[in-house]
């Protein structure tokens, strides 16, 4: 909320319609800070958390054998499985192969939050013109970025940073999924909070 409140047009917003953006994008924002974390500190195959845990595709990673009943625990392992690969290969992957830096992430944060994905349509309808303008500033400082980072190939950096939004609204689906499968199987219970923002 801190974050989007930085830009004029979100501020404006009704809270129902803040909710509306939030609700995609709170998670965008945590999977970026999570895929760089990861991308530059976590061994292989190990996802980061910002307080310094991780999850690991293997459900049961560091867990004594004695105390596991793999039967009972066979499908949520599965779906953890599942889970924990899809962010490993959609977000933390191309964030280590492309060395994406904070200034790429700042660059990504504005972009989701300017153009969500969520349900309600025309979300900034009144402020089109004042959205284009943060949104093509966000575009040229970010390939003004790319070229002095790379030079004679900025243009082609910048199209990789572009289509990582992608692979970040792929990892935004992997978490809705896992909370909705996760609940329904009655594996966990979510905060009341959490479901209300999210799952609603």
């Not at 310094?52 to 499985?81: C, V």
């Not at 979300?123 to 390939?143: F, N, R, W």
């Amino acid at each position: 909320m801190d974050w989007g409140n930085c830009l004029k047009p979100f501020r404006r917003l009704s809270w129902d319609s803040k909710k509306s953006v939030l609700a995609e994008y709170c998670l965008a924002f945590l999977l970026i800070d999570q895929g760089f974390k990861t991308s530059r500190e976590a061994d292989s195959g190990v996802w980061l958390l910002q307080n310094g845990s991780f999850m690991h595709p293997d459900y049961f990673f560091g867990l004594p054998q004695a105390t596991i009943d793999m039967e009972d625990m066979k499908i949520k392992a599965q779906f953890h499985h599942n889970f924990v690969s899809e962010l490993l290969q959609c977000v933390a992957k191309p964030f280590k192969q492309l060395e994406v830096d904070e200034i790429e992430c700042v660059a990504l944060k504005t972009l989701l939050i300017l153009k969500p994905s969520c349900s309600q349509r025309a979300i900034y309808s009144g402020q089109e013109g004042v959205i284009a303008g943060i949104y093509t500033q966000c575009i040229d400082e970010l390939m003004e970025h790319c070229n002095a980072k790379f030079p004679g190939r900025g243009a082609e950096r910048f199209g990789e940073i572009i289509l990582l939004i992608s692979s970040i609204r792929c990892g935004v689906k992997a978490i809705y999924n896992q909370t909705r499968v996760s609940d329904i199987m009655n594996f966990m219970n979510f905060d009341q909070t959490v479901r209300d923002f999210l799952l609603n």
